[in-house]
């Protein structure tokens, strides 16, 4: 059974940063590329970043270019998103996802998807 379980989100100040982590399970990790969302209240779910199975490409939403970094350890079937000068409209809920297509895909399409992990940006 795939499982995909987020941890590391929490009240931080803006300006500050976190670090959410994706443990995977029950899927061959190494050849999945995978994705990170958020949905904030009364938002659809949105694409904020993305990388291949082998790390050595990474797509992220012009919202959080330059803030954001996506990186992934297959050793560990973990992939993380680095957050750094976190704003208040960060504030959302933050899903990874997987998915097995080539091309990296920045609609919110992917096969597989965690329970989301709450993340709070106060000014």
């Known amino acids: 059974q795939v499982q995909l379980v987020e941890s590391g989100g929490g009240l931080v100040q803006a300006g500050g940063s976190l670090r959410l982590s994706c443990a995977a399970s029950?899927?061959?990790?190494?050849?999945?590329?995978m994705g990170w969302f958020r949905q904030a209240p009364g938002k659809e779910r949105e694409f904020v970043a993305n990388?291949?199975?082998?790390?050595?490409?990474?797509y992220y939403a012009d919202s959080v270019k330059g803030r954001f970094t996506c990186s992934r350890d297959n050793a560990k079937n973990t992939v993380y998103l680095q957050m750094n000068g976190l704003k208040p409209e960060d504030t959302a809920v933050y899903y990874c996802?997987?998915?097995?297509?080539?091309?990296?895909?920045?609609?919110?399409?992917?096969?597989?998807w965690g329970q989301g992990t709450q993340v709070t940006v106060s000014s």
């Open positions: 990388i291949n199975w082998s790390g050595s490409s990474t």
């Open positions: 029950g899927l061959p990790f190494s050849i999945y590329a």
């Open positions: 996802a997987a998915d097995r297509r080539r091309v990296l895909v920045t609609t919110p399409s992917y096969q597989y």
